[in-house]
């Protein structure tokens, strides 16, 4: 059973954000990259899970934990009454090659220790379950889940960890017929008190970058026309309503300036006016918590992304959006 949802990661979204509103650098654009088949492959494995069946486990996915005095992400934790196990998921295609502990793409090093990240991941947990003399066991793997992944190594102590995409369907029915009883509830318990928000966000952007304004959702055009309640785009003919408009730019708020106060005025700015202050007002009061202090008012975005907006049954937009078909 997944215990929670996979959504795209903070710095996937920022990217995303980004590029809508500036030509990005060739730094971010490898960054963006890096993020979209990081969350790729995770949606990969939840696909292949999914199929399989996760009946016989509970598994938490996306996950940070505050361990000790550091914070660690895991990308999947399966859990049963034998233990933990962690899947350290990976999206590399090509040929790679491990030579005394370190990892080669095409001859070149990479940045990444996957076996050290998987090793640090895994002692975090069992220096948590020994906190509490917990009777469990804990391991892990590092899942490749790409089918163009070719690996080359003489070290055979790897092999036993590492779980390639032609063994990954054999890999996770493995976990069927294991219990689910008062041991992993008692493991579920311990991780929950230990969840936190990603501490490791640092994302910002120089303002003078973007592109003010508001685009189509559908094509990404800043080329609108104003109707009485949508505004249509003059490049596909896809109609939206204001409050569509108004939820994407304070998404996009949210993630270009993270942690930076939002006020009427800086939100006004980022959409250079293109809707009437009164129903932009209208649109933060409904879709922000409200902080005053004295005279001044701001506002944090209610919800975790646009998606999430529209997915939630009390933001209740008034007026139909019409995409067009790409």
Same mark, same amino acid.
């Not at 202050?277 to 001044?296: D, E, F, M, P, Q």
């Given at each position: ?126 220096? +948590? ?5 917990? $009777? *469990?066991?804990?391991? #892990? &793997? ?7 992944? !070719? @690996? ?94 108004? +939820? ?5 708020? $949210? *993630?270009?300036?993270? #942690? &930076? ?7 006004? !700015? @980022? ?56």
């Amino acid at each position: 059973m997944f215990l929670n949802t996979r959504g795209k990661s903070h710095d996937l979204l920022f990217y995303e954000t980004l590029e809508r509103r500036c030509e990005l650098t060739s730094v971010e654009k490898s960054w963006f990259k890096t993020f979209q088949k990081g969350f790729e492959g995770e949606c990969l494995y939840d696909d292949i899970f999914e199929d399989v069946g996760h009946d016989d486990v509970l598994v938490y996915r996306d996950l940070y934990l505050k361990l000790g005095k550091s914070v660690t992400q895991y990308d999947a934790l399966v859990i049963n009454d034998d233990g933990i196990v962690v899947n350290e998921i990976k999206n590399y295609t090509g040929d790679y090659k491990v030579e005394g502990g370190d990892w080669f793409r095409n001859g070149q090093r990479i940045s990444e220790a996957p076996l050290a990240q998987l090793n640090r991941a895994v002692g975090k947990l069992i220096g +948590l379950k020994n906190s509490v003399n917990g $009777q *469990f066991g804990v391991s #892990g &793997k590092l899942i490749f889940v790409s089918d163009d992944f !070719y @690996l080359q190594t003489d070290d055979n102590s790897l092999w036993p960890k590492i779980v390639v995409r032609m063994d990954l369907r054999r890999y996770l029915r493995g976990f069927r017929g294991g219990k689910i009883g008062n041991k992993s509830q008692f493991i579920i318990r311990l991780l929950s008190e230990n969840i936190v928000e990603n501490p490791y966000i640092d994302n910002n952007v120089d303002e003078a970058r973007l592109r003010k304004g508001i685009y189509c959702g559908q094509c990404g055009s800043f080329s609108l026309i104003k109707s009485r309640f949508h505004l249509v785009c003059s490049e596909c003919g896809s109609k939206e309503s204001n409050e569509t408009h108004l +939820l994407r730019a304070m998404n996009d708020y $949210q *993630f270009l300036f993270y #942690g &930076k106060p939002m006020t009427r005025t800086a939100f006004s !700015y @980022l959409i250079n006016e293109e809707i009437h202050w009164k129903t932009v007002s209208r649109a933060l009061l409904k879709h922000c918590y409200i902080n005053k202090n004295g005279v001044s008012t701001t506002y944090q975005f209610k919800y975790k992304d646009f998606d999430d907006a529209l997915s939630k049954g009390d933001t209740h937009i008034k007026y139909k959006d019409y995409l067009t078909q790409k």
